[in-house]
T-cell receptor, first 116, second 113 residues
Framework: GAVVSQHPSRVICKSGTSVKIECRSL??????MFWYRQFPKQSLMLMAT?????????EQGVEKDKFLINHASLTLSTLTVTSAHPEDSSFYIC????????????FGPGTRLTVL | GENVEQHPSTLSVQEGDSAVIKCTYS??????FPWYKQELGKGPQLIID?????GEKKDQRIAVTLNKTAKHFSLHITETQPEDSAVYFC????????????FGTGTRLQVTL
């Protein structure tokens, strides 16, 4: 149980284009999903918390208009990187809150974004 | 907010030896402490967690200890194997819906033959 998938696993795009990343909880309903960003050899940095049916809560320093998050259902959250630039190249990881008291987080396999 | 420190940043052990990774946290309200293993190019995988109502938890070769008074917790891996080589992250949060995890900086464990 507690399987989270992400699509795509890798994406290469040109500077100025937008990229959408999907995060799905496959075997449970996730009221809350989280989006993280991870640079090489660094820890995970929380970008935003996404609650189903409401607006995402962004961490300080994360641009809301650049990283659009939609959590339209209990099994799907999407992150859209708008007008991507090379500095947005990173490993993006989502997680879904679950477990008996929804405290545990189950992570997806990540999406490697490369912006040329 | 919560701050989690993790040591060491790198750890090399011989196969069969034990490995210990330590973390400290700052927020006394934190009561959930998971450990994640991340292999290269993959997402973190939960390997064990502990809540503040217990001091120790064990799952086969992996154990976690928690000292609430000192605000530190540790991961212990016994009889290490090459497949244990990965980056390990500790984290802390407060239980409940939408509880945010604060991660440590990670420990790169290398198990050599």
């Amino acid at each position: 149980g507690a399987v989270v998938s992400q699509h795509p696993s890798r994406v290469i795009c040109k500077s100025g284009t937008s990229v959408k990343i999907e995060c799905r909880s496959l075997d449970f309903q996730a009221t809350t999903m989280f989006w993280y960003r991870q640079f090489p050899k660094q820890s995970l940095m929380l970008m935003a918390t996404s609650n189903e049916g409401s607006k995402a809560t962004y961490e300080q320093g994360v641009e809301k208009d650049k990283f659009l998050i939609n959590h339209a259902s209990l099994t799907l959250s999407t992150l859209t990187v708008t007008s991507a630039h090379p500095e947005d190249s990173s490993f993006y990881i989502c997680s879904a809150g679950g477990g008996t008291d929804l405290t545990e987080q189950f992570f997806g396999p990540g999406t490697r974004l490369t912006v040329l | 907010g919560e701050n989690v420190e993790q040591h060491p940043s790198t750890l090399s052990v011989q196969e069969g030896d034990s490995a210990v990774i330590k973390c400290t946290y700052s927020d006394s309200a934190s009561n959930y402490f998971p450990w994640y293993k991340q292999e290269l190019g993959k997402g973190p995988q939960l390997i064990i967690d502990i809540r503040s109502n217990v001091g120790e938890k064990k799952d086969q070769r992996i154990a976690v200890t928690l000292n609430k008074t000192a605000k530190h917790f540790s991961l212990h891996i016994t009889e290490t194997q090459p497949e244990d080589s990965a980056v390990y992250f500790c984290a802390a949060s407060i239980t409940g819906t939408a509880s945010k995890l604060t991660f440590g900086t990670g420990t790169r464990l290398q198990v050599t033959l």
